[in-house]
């Protein structure tokens, strides 16, 4: 299976799930990646070793495997240190996506995808700003995703998809993948004739939640 191949133009749906939501155990999070297959997702985002391990035993599509761990003295927190690379890889992930922003960090760049490099996985930076993106694929990624705009202390206040970001990857030559609040599927029909490979849907597909929020705050006006 050609994995990027696979995934090109079409939708990968991030199945993730706070430690306080109903979701959050691995057997919620097969059947939210199951359901994605159904509905016709050419690949999925899975958070954590064993969910990996368990949505790879389940689905023969592409999988992104990350970590969310947290460092002490670090903002970092996304597949952080070359061991979560090594965990992701031993449970099957596809493709190893990790924080390639430009802040404190317990292991450089290059490190990670040094590591993922070397255990024959794919490595997808998630990024918040061009510069970013440039530094990352200097350091040997084979591309980046708009994931973490709106998420570092330099990009607060993008509160949309961040289609200029898009257009400035498209126009510096950087693969990139579309990820990050996209909620309607204009947006990310949008995100593909800008450029983007695939685009990576979560919230608005595998957060009842968040979804309900959404409904209820339009109906109620916030008040609840």
């Not at 359901?35 to 985002?45: D, E, I, K, N, Q």
């Not at 708009?146 to 961040?162: E, F, K, N």
């Not at 695939?198 to 959404?214: K, L, Q, Y």
């Amino acid at each position: 299976m050609d994995i990027m191949e696979t995934m090109r133009g079409r939708l990968v749906v991030s199945c993730q799930a706070a430690e306080t939501s109903p979701l959050h155990a691995t057997e919620h999070i097969v059947a939210l990646a199951c359901a994605a297959v159904l509905g016709g997702a050419s690949g999925v985002r899975i958070e954590g070793v064993r969910n990996v391990q368990a949505v790879r035993a389940a689905i023969g599509l592409p999988v992104i495997g990350i970590t969310k761990i947290a460092q002490p003295g670090s903002d970092v927190y996304i597949t952080p240190s070359l061991e979560d690379v090594q965990g992701l890889a031993a449970a099957g992930a596809d493709v190893i996506a990790f924080d390639a922003t430009d802040r404190p960090r317990p292991v450089p760049v290059a490190d990670i995808v040094g590591e993922i490099a070397r255990l024959k996985k794919i490595s997808m930076a998630d990024i918040s700003t061009l510069a970013e993106a440039r530094q990352a694929i200097a350091a040997g990624a084979d591309f980046v995703g708009t994931t973490l705009s709106g998420y570092t202390p330099y990009t607060t206040g993008t509160t949309a998809p961040d289609f200029a970001l898009m257009q400035d990857l498209a126009a510096a030559g950087i693969p990139f993948v579309a990820e990050g609040r996209i909620w309607e599927p204009e947006q990310a029909r949008r995100a593909l004739e800008l450029g983007a490979a695939f685009v990576v849907v979560g919230s608005a597909i595998t957060r009842p939640d968040e979804i309900t929020r959404r409904f209820a705050d339009a109906i109620t006006g916030g008040t609840r």
